[in-house]
């Protein structure tokens, strides 16, 4: 890997899909080039990240003049970002094999950023931390639904989506509605990937929501996405 690039590690493939629309936006950018882990299947949720990088870590082949990783987690239920980076750590640590992990510090640089540089090689960990009013679970995903409930622009974004269908209406299904369904019930939402699915279904969406996010974000304004994911574009500039 040259000095260019930046290894990339996620727990999905929205984060990768949404990464790659801001890289080609410019707004992810810096002259480096991302990419994943090269002779790993792809992987799914955070205990799967923890396995690829225990039992086939791939910093272990870093050549060591190229050491530039990015990692990028949820907080789920974890208190602070601080909290899920140390419960990383620790679960990386129990599982390592080659204790390579034991000699891994990260040091915070802002809120959900947090940074580790020594001997050629540098990682930066980014906490996904969107906050969704009424979720108290904080994950990627709930960026997109930082977009989706921007009423400045959310009727713009989505009939780009789709332009033949009454926009304003099924946001409201999406916003309100399936809400109140879900209240009626004795229900709320926990999860920002259900309230996503939500705004899928009302829009008819033929496809997973990864596909969804990376369309919200294609046709977002720049400057909205760069308040939005100003902390990822902040880990990102620390190479």
């Known amino acids: 890997m040259s000095r260019a690039e930046v290894l990339i590690i996620t727990e999905g493939a929205t984060e990768r899909e949404v990464g790659n629309v801001l890289y080609q936006k410019g707004i992810l950018h810096n002259g480096l080039t991302p990419r994943p882990p090269s002779g790993i299947r792809p ?3 955070y205990n799967a990240v923890v396995d690829i990088l225990t039992r ?11 050491g530039n990783v990015l990692f990028v987690l949820d907080q789920e239920d974890s208190p602070t970002p601080l909290d ?22 990260f ?4 809120n959900n950023v947090f940074e580790y ?35 400045n622009i959310n009727q713009q974004v989505v009939s780009r ?11 409201h299904k999406a916003e309100i509605e ?10 709320l939402w926990t999860h920002a990937k259900s309230w996503l699915y939500a705004y899928i279904t009302a ?26 994911f100003a902390s990822l574009i902040a880990a990102w500039n620390r190479f």
């Open 178 to 187: 399936f809400t109140n369904l879900m209240v009626s019930n004795g229900y």
């Open 56 to 66: 086939a870590n791939p910093l272990l082949g870093l050549p060591s003049t190229a």
């Open 84 to 105: 899920r980076k140390d419960q990383f750590l620790r679960d990386l640590q129990k599982r390592d094999p080659f204790g390579f992990w034991s000699g891994i510090s």
């Open 107 to 110: 040091s915070p640089v802002y």
């Open 43 to 45: 992987r799914e949720g």
């Open 203 to 228: 829009f008819q969406y033929r496809g997973s929501h990864v596909w969804f996010a990376r369309d919200v974000v294609k046709y977002t304004p720049d400057d909205e996405l760069r308040q939005v």
């Open 161 to 171: 989506i789709d332009e033949r269908q009454n926009c304003q209406q099924l946001l």
């Open 117 to 151: 540089q020594a001997n050629n090689l540098h990682l930066v960990l980014h906490i996904s931390d969107a906050i969704v009013p009424g979720i108290s679970r904080r994950d990627f995903d709930g960026y997109i639904l930082n977009i989706l409930q921007n009423s």
